[in-house]
């Protein structure tokens, strides 16, 4: 599926995407740092000479969307990503191409609904709950990579067959034709995680402690 390394022995493989998660205790976010610190790891660089900023896909706008490397200059080639759920945060980090990571707690009554709304005409019903949610990981890691977000239907992707990580999905937007690669994670039976990214070839995904 993917590779598990401790941080110290974990190269910075800049044809690859680091991906970590965090705890995340209700009211205190780690996500932008953790960003920070893992897009210094993968320069290497200073923490503090890093510098995050947001650009929106839609709408160029800095104050919202994507996040993006703004300092270093050579941070800039990085492409990041992050997600937040109750619990966890899950932060990416790579070269490779846009990319996109999404986590979500396993919980029914955060996915009650999403199958009717989520779900492509070709894709059977899901038949269980950790199916529904590796699903819609994946649809929004996607919908991220891209830098759509959910102003593109996700039940306008089609993720079957299920085949091993990674594997090739199909985005379509206004005749584009966009090939993501798209990773499960694995983060344990509570939540659900996947990272997309971009490109033509298969990245290798490393989730780094
Ligand atoms: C991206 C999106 C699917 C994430 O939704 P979510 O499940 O509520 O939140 P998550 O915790 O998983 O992810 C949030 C992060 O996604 C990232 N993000 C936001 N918009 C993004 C986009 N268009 N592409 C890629 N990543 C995006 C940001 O880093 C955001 O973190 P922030 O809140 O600190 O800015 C959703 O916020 C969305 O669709 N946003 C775009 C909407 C849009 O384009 N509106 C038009 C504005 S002009």
């Known amino acids: 599926m993917h590779e598990r390394e401790p941080a110290d022995a974990q190269a910075a493989d800049m044809t690859g995407v680091l991906v970590r998660v965090l705890v995340r205790h209700d009211g205190w976010d780690v ?21 995050l900023g947001r650009r929106c896909p839609r709408c160029g706008a800095t104050d919202h969307g994507r996040p993006v490397v703004v300092a270093p200059l050579d941070g800039r080639r990085l492409h990041v990503s992050l997600g937040r759920t109750l619990g966890r945060v899950a932060v990416a980090v790579g ?12 919980d029914p009554e955060r996915f009650a609904g999403v199958a009717t709304v989520a779900q492509h005409d070709d894709e059977p019903d899901a038949d269980s709950l950790d199916l529904l949610a590796a699903r819609w990981v994946q649809k929004e890691a996607i919908l991220k990579a891209t830098g759509w977000g959910l102003t593109e239907d996700p039940a306008g992707l089609d993720l079957t067959p299920r085949r091993p990580s990674p594997f090739a999905v199909t985005a ?5 034709v966009v090939r993501v690669w798209v990773s499960e994670l694995g983060v344990g039976t ?9 490109g033509e070839t298969p990245p290798r995904v490393t989730l780094v402690s």
């Open 95 to 106: 070269s490779a191409g846009p990319v996109g990571v999404d986590i979500e707690r396993v």
């Open 190 to 198: 509570r939540y659900a995680a996947a990272v997309a990214v971009v």
């Open 31 to 51: 996500a932008e740092a953790a960003l920070v610190e893992l897009v210094a790891q993968t320069l290497p660089a200073p923490a503090d000479h890093v510098r």
């Open 172 to 176: 379509t937007r206004n005749g584009l």
